[in-house]
Structures are given as structure tokens and as C-alpha cells.
């Protein structure tokens, strides 16, 4: 049986280890604070609220003196911001130091996707499309942060529901059909023309085809500018 004065021995014992313990810990840098430095740094650099930042290998354990002044951090060696790289965090103050972190940097926007399966071909409408989030600096193919960007586009290959689309999956729909009836027109500076004509190529608008003027016979290039109506440009 122990005696109340061994009871009161073994409080005051933990009493005064707790003490010590919690100010040791004062002593200490919160390592908190340090990924709290890299995480002000990189979305100053950034200026981009969405990012997410990782810090590798910064240890809880890790004893650094506590800091009497602000953290100050920096990008090591001035490298641009990419999706990975090392931040150097020092303290200026009485007891100076410092570390370097390496660190993993993701950057969260919402970007265009398919709602449903569509086969190749298809011309994308607003019905098709939704927006949903994603870390975009793995996506080195490039992304449409608006359904308005892609509307009236067409596919090149058939998609599943879900999929980010890339400026890769997209063609202009072609506009104009080879063997098609076509409307010639033919401006320059001063004069302006207009003769019928068939078209030699399919051709989306923007694009230059081969068309035949149906009066002379003669095969000339134009600029596709509507479905009907193909431009020659004469200066």
C-alpha cells in the first residue's frame, strides 16, 4: 500500500516533468511553422489561392531554435515555381538558421469534361460539357477552363463520360462537304465579285480549299468562311 506521502512524491514528480517537458518545447521551433513559411511563400509566387502545397521530409521531430522574428523563405537559388522544387526557410533572429524543404506543388481548377460517352465526330454542344477540378499542372496536354471555349467544336475520337478534354481531341467542324455547291467570292481593293462554284476538299471555316468556278472552269484556292461561301482574296 503507498502511503500519501509517496503519492504526493510521485504528483509532484509528474507535475515537475510535465514542466519541463512543456518548456523544452518552448524552446523549440514549431515545425508547423516552418510548412506554414513554405505555404505563404509559394501562393505569393503564385497568386493562386487553389494551389496545394506538400512539404517532403520535413520531420515532426526536427529541433530548430524558436525563432524571436518572422520566418523569412525564399525559392532556392531563385528556381521558377514548377510542380516540385526546394524552399529555403531561415530565422534572422538571435539564434539564426536555416533549412531547405523540398516540396510538391499541385494546382486545383475547375476544367471542361464530357458528361456522357460521344462518339468521334460528334460537335460538341453546352448539353455535353461540365466543369470539375483537377490538379492542372499534370495535365502537360493542355485543358479549357470554359464549355464556351469548345462549343461547336467536333471530336476526333470517340469519348467516355468523364474525360478532360484536350486541344488534341478537337478538329473545327468541317463546313463545307468536297462536291458541294459553293458560293465564290472574289474582293479586292476596290471591286467585288461573287460566281458559283464547286468545292474540291472538305474545308472548316478558316481553312483553305481548292474550288472550281463553275464559268471559267478554272480551279482556284479560297478561304472557307460559311457554310456556303468560300473567299478569293484578289490583293
Not at 510538391?104 to 460538341?124: D, K, Q, Y
Not at 461540365?130 to 475520337?157: C, N, W
Request: charged share 20%; net charge positive.
Amino acid at each position: 500500500m503507498i502511503s500519501l506521502n509517496r503519492l504526493a512524491a510521485l504528483a509532484l514528480t509528474a507535475v515537475f516533468a510535465a514542466g519541463v517537458a512543456r518548456a523544452a518545447s518552448e524552446d523549440w521551433q514549431p515545425v508547423e511553422a516552418v510548412a506554414a513559411a513554405v505555404s505563404r511563400l509559394i501562393e505569393a509566387e503564385s497568386g493562386d489561392g487553389r494551389l496545394r502545397v506538400e512539404t517532403i521530409g520535413l520531420d515532426g521531430r526536427l529541433r530548430l531554435p524558436r525563432c524571436d522574428v518572422p520566418l523569412a523563405a525564399q525559392l532556392h537559388n531563385g528556381a521558377p515555381l514548377t510542380r516540385s522544387g526546394t524552399v529555403a526557410v531561415r530565422c534572422d533572429g538571435s539564434k539564426p538558421w536555416r533549412i531547405y524543404v523540398p516540396v510538391r506543388v499541385s494546382r486545383h481548377r475547375p476544367v471542361v469534361g464530357t458528361v456522357r460517352p460521344l462518339p468521334a465526330g460528334h460537335v460538341l454542344g453546352p448539353d455535353d460539357l461540365a466543369l470539375a477540378e483537377h490538379d492542372t499542372s499534370r495535365l502537360a496536354r493542355g485543358y479549357f477552363m470554359s464549355p464556351d471555349q469548345i462549343v461547336g467544336k467536333e471530336l476526333r475520337r470517340s469519348v467516355g463520360a468523364g474525360t478532360l478534354l484536350t486541344p488534341g481531341m478537337l478538329v473545327e467542324p468541317m463546313a463545307i462537304r468536297r462536291g458541294q455547291s459553293v458560293t465564290i467570292l472574289a474582293r479586292g481593293a476596290s471591286v467585288s465579285v461573287s460566281m458559283g462554284g464547286t468545292a474540291l476538299a472538305d474545308g472548316a471555316i478558316g481553312e483553305r480549299i481548292r474550288v472550281r468556278n463553275l464559268s471559267s472552269a478554272r480551279v482556284v484556292e479560297a478561304v472557307v468562311r460559311s457554310a456556303e461561301t468560300v473567299e478569293v482574296l484578289l490583293y
